[in-house]
């Protein structure tokens, strides 16, 4: 390749001078390029334009100083070389261009040197341009490493192997150490001096062995000034010279106590997990109460690694009586009372604040926590706790007890093994509520509850039982069941609580009169059985059930006599059935022979099974027949009492039996309830109800509102309204044309939600009445919020309230009542004009009754209605 061409900058007023120069330098053979300047514009031009590799300047020119045009090419290009090439000059100038910053001079007497000079100054040049570049480079190099090393978390150290002199410290020594890398130079030890005192020994042996040739890599705490005890891991690497022998320990340093902290937190977190987990098995495992809490607290003990663990059950007096105790518990609970309420110094403690607050409560560090009481500081101390914590057992919303925990080191608990101990402490109490459940079902299961007398489970079991050894002995025993009569009415009257406070008394005289609390069961409702075992005959049955005379006395209940009638069933064994289920079987049957014939009791006979057969025949055939849609209706009119008009029908249900002839209601209807087929019968009622009142519409006939009787069991479903809804179909603003009426004490036993379902159908545009009005046992604080618009007069005091004056003021009162809550009246069961007469004259609005119609089929109904 060609020699690069040299760009030369002559500054000379003498243009053969510069000729010659240029000439010089072309014989030597060097290619040039130049410029000839003479003046300091010209100079400073061509410094910028022509970028020259050297200036060949003359001394003294009569326009531009050499000096001048030195110093401009000092401050405008540096790295440029400058030679004087001058015939005047001498050796004080030269000496003083020099000292200015001139590479060289040459005298133009003697140019054959000026090659050379130029070659040199352009080499030194160029090396100068590359040892500044190296330097460069060295010098971004070193900024980078100064970077690096600045943004590493870690310390980088380096110590001279033989004085252990602080060679090197990077600058996270500050954040790691605590103190500047500066420091740790000047005090060689200071490192050491940091170490722990529990570590220092193990340290400075490691370090030790580094210089026999072992690893040093070790976790270790340090003491930070203003930062307290951290955890470091610091590895080195003994460095050798070329002779081999050791030379530096290079090495770095890491702050490892986030690390460590969140191991120790993964440890805790898994010693409580494990712990939990054996709590958790215990509690599927073990079903008995004090096992359970003796268990847990073992395990609390022995996996948990608690100092101490406890368990406390409340007592009626607000005091804690504990009743299992491991490690610390043991005898520092021995000191310690515990009490529910804060008026107490017992009632102050962790315990005690969790049983009142439903909360876990927790000192977390005994020796300085303000919450503390002074008294008990000394003693938890003394027994070695410095935290405690206690959790409180809940059933039902309310603490029955708690689960107490000791740790010897302050601030054992954190906030994460807090909240996975009330987790476990919820699955306790959570077991302990399926124990008390399971007892109460236990006892559910074999025991009344209102009355405390067997149920028929446990009867069943004990009267086999009995039979078994009446096999054996050769005697009779005789089971008796006992239906109390119009117990409904009797409830319905007196109230629910009063209803239930005469089957306790009424259990009680048949405990009494039994003799035996084995020998006497609540079967269900008002049903209650006794056994007589050994017995000689029917007669010894009858004998005694006449001295008993259980229900010859009436009973006090809350101050009132109540006199009670009842009716029984006998079957004696072995003649009515060898086994449980023929004897219950056969009692049952001459129940129900008792009732059909009104006597106070009767035996079993044999000829009762073709009625109890009938029986069964007619559910079956009733149950066919709301399957196959066989009820109809009957519709009596309702009239106003002044006008003698109808105003309203009642649907009545009816139903024709095989041979074509209507059967009763009072025979079927009880079916329908017995069954619960009076739901889907109640839904076709209101169905063929709305169908003939809209058919009737569409005839043109002036066809009045139709009242349909709601049933208790439609009534109490949650889905009521939308039960009536799905039944009527579409319907307008009239709600169809109907009317619901619900019997008074039906509507009591649930007043508000009863309330809010009466007011979802008025919505619907339809209208209520409340039925058998006078009957129930009502609040006039709760008829007043009955969304109703019509009381209908029970129908036994209408038939007495000509002959009874007592009847007389009944119905004048709850006409004046309805009168005054702007609610319609209508009397059930006018059967004669006398009647009527009165009734109108108590301003009753309207009546039904045979007086004015039976319920009529619809095409004799039809006949009385008017066109519109």
Request: charged fraction near 25%; glycine fraction near 8%; include cysteine.
């Amino acid at each position: 390749m060609p020699a690069p061409t040299i760009r030369v900058l002559l500054t000379e007023d003498v243009a053969s001078d510069a000729e010659l120069e240029v000439r010089e330098l072309k014989r030597a053979g060097l290619r040039v390029g130049h410029r000839i300047v003479e003046s300091q514009e010209s100079f400073e031009a061509a410094l910028r334009e022509f970028a020259p590799d050297i200036i060949l300047s003359d001394f003294s020119m009569p326009q531009f100083d050499g000096m001048a045009a030195l110093r401009l090419a000092t401050e405008l290009c540096p790295d440029v070389p400058f030679i004087f090439v001058s015939g005047t000059i001498g050796e004080e100038y030269a000496i003083r261009a020099l000292k200015s910053g001139a590479t060289d001079y040459v005298l133009k007497a003697n140019l054959v040197r000026l090659p050379a000079a130029v070659e040199r100054a352009l080499a030194e040049a160029r090396e100068r341009r590359e040892k500044q570049r190296a330097e460069a480079e060295l010098d971004l190099a070193r900024e980078r490493l100064t970077s690096i090393f600045t943004s590493i978390p870690d310390v980088l150290w380096s110590i001279d192997a033989q004085t252990g002199e602080v060679i090197y410290a990077s600058p996270a020594a500050k954040e790691v150490f605590g103190y500047e890398p500066q420091a740790l130079l000047l005090d060689p030890d200071l490192w050491k001096q940091q170490i722990h005192p529990s570590d220092r020994d193990a340290v400075l042996s490691a370090w030790r062995r580094l210089h026999d040739g072992e690893a040093f890599d070790f976790d270790y705490r340090i003491i930070v000034p203003t930062r307290g005890e951290r955890w470091i891991n610091a590895r080195g690497k003994l460095v050798r010279g070329g002779d081999g022998r050791p030379e530096r320990i290079d090495g770095l340093a890491r702050d490892m106590t986030e690390q460590f902290e969140h191991r120790a937190r993964i440890a805790r977190l898994s010693r409580i997990r494990h712990f939990t987990s054996s709590i958790n098995s215990t509690l599927v495992r073990l079903r008995e109460r004090d096992a359970l809490f003796e268990e847990i607290c073992r395990i609390a003990v022995e996996i948990g690694n608690f100092a101490g663990a406890h368990i406390g059950m409340l007592r009626d007096d607000g005091m804690v009586q504990w009743v299992v105790r491991q490690g610390t518990s043991i005898a520092h609970l021995d000191t310690i009372a515990v009490a529910m309420s804060a008026d107490t110094p017992a009632g102050r403690t962790t315990s005690g604040i969790a049983l009142r607050t439903g909360r876990s409560a927790l000192w977390n560090d005994v020796a300085h926590d303000a919450d503390v009481p002074a008294r008990d500081r000394p003693r938890f101390l003394a027994s070695g706790i410095g935290a405690a914590a206690s959790f409180p057992l809940v059933v039902d919303a309310k603490p029955i007890g708690l689960l107490g925990l000791h740790a010897r080191e302050a601030g054992f608990f954190d906030q994460d093994e807090m909240r996975m101990l009330e987790e476990l402490t919820a699955n306790i109490s959570f077991a302990l509520e399926l124990i008390v459940k399971q007892d109460q079902l236990t006892y559910l299961a074999l025991y009344d509850p209102l009355t405390g007398l067997p149920n028929r489970t446990l009867f069943h079991e004990r009267l086999s039982e009995a039979l078994q050894a009446v096999g054996t002995s050769r005697s009779k025993l005789a089971l008796i069941i006992t239906d109390l009569e119009r117990f409904k009415a009797i409830n319905d009257t007196l109230g629910r609580q009063l209803g239930d406070a005469l089957l306790k008394a009424v259990a009680q005289r048949l405990r009494d009169a039994a003799g035996d609390i084995g020998r006497v069961a609540r079967l269900g409702g008002n049903v209650f059985a006794l056994m007589y075992p050994n017995i000689r005959g029917a007669e010894n049955v009858a004998r005694g059930l006449e001295a008993a005379n259980v229900f010859g006395a009436p009973f006090n209940i809350a101050g009132k006599e109540v006199l009670v009638t009842a009716k029984s069933g006998i079957a004696v064994s072995p003649d009515d059935g060898a086994d449980a289920d023929s004897v219950f079987r056969n009692a049952e049957a001459a129940l129900k022979r008792a009732k059909e014939t009104g006597e106070r009791y009767l035996f079993y006979a044999p000829s009762i099974n073709a009625r109890v057969a009938e029986q069964v025949e007619l559910e079956h055939r009733v149950h066919k027949a709301v399957e196959k849609g066989e009820l109809f209706l009957h519709f009596q009119p309702k009239v106003d009492l002044a006008t003698r008009e109808m105003v309203g029908l009642e649907a009545l249900m009816r139903w024709h039996g095989p041979d074509g002839a209507l059967i009763s209601p009072a025979k079927f209807v009880p079916v329908l309830e017995q069954t619960g087929l009076i739901f889907e019968a109640g839904q076709q009622v209101l169905a063929a109800t709305k169908a003939q009142y809209a058919a009737w519409r569409a005839k043109g006939l002036a066809v009045p509102r139709i009242a349909v009787n709601v049933s208790a069991v439609q009534l109490r479903r949650k889905s009521f309204v939308q039960d009536v809804r799905g039944a009527l179909g579409a319907i307008g603003a009239d709600g169809g044309g109907v009317d619901l009426e619900i019997t008074e004490s039906l509507l009591m036993s649930d007043v508000d939600e009863s309330i809010r379902k009466l007011r979802e159908l008025r919505e619907m545009g339809l209208r209520m009445a409340l039925d058998d009005f006078g009957t129930g046992y009502s609040s006039l604080a709760y008829l007043s919020r009955l969304p109703v618009d019509t009381l209908k007069i029970d129908r036994s005091f209408v038939q007495g309230v000509t002959e009874h004056a007592d009847h007389t003021s009944i119905i004048s009162a709850i006409i004046s009542l309805a009168q005054a809550l702007r609610l319609k009246v209508v009397a059930e069961g006018v059967e004669t004009e006398q009647q009527a007469q009165l009734l109108r004259l108590l301003r009753c609005d309207q009546a039904q009754g045979f007086l004015f119609s039976k319920p009529l089929p619809a095409a004799e109904l039809e006949a009385l209605l008017k066109p519109l």
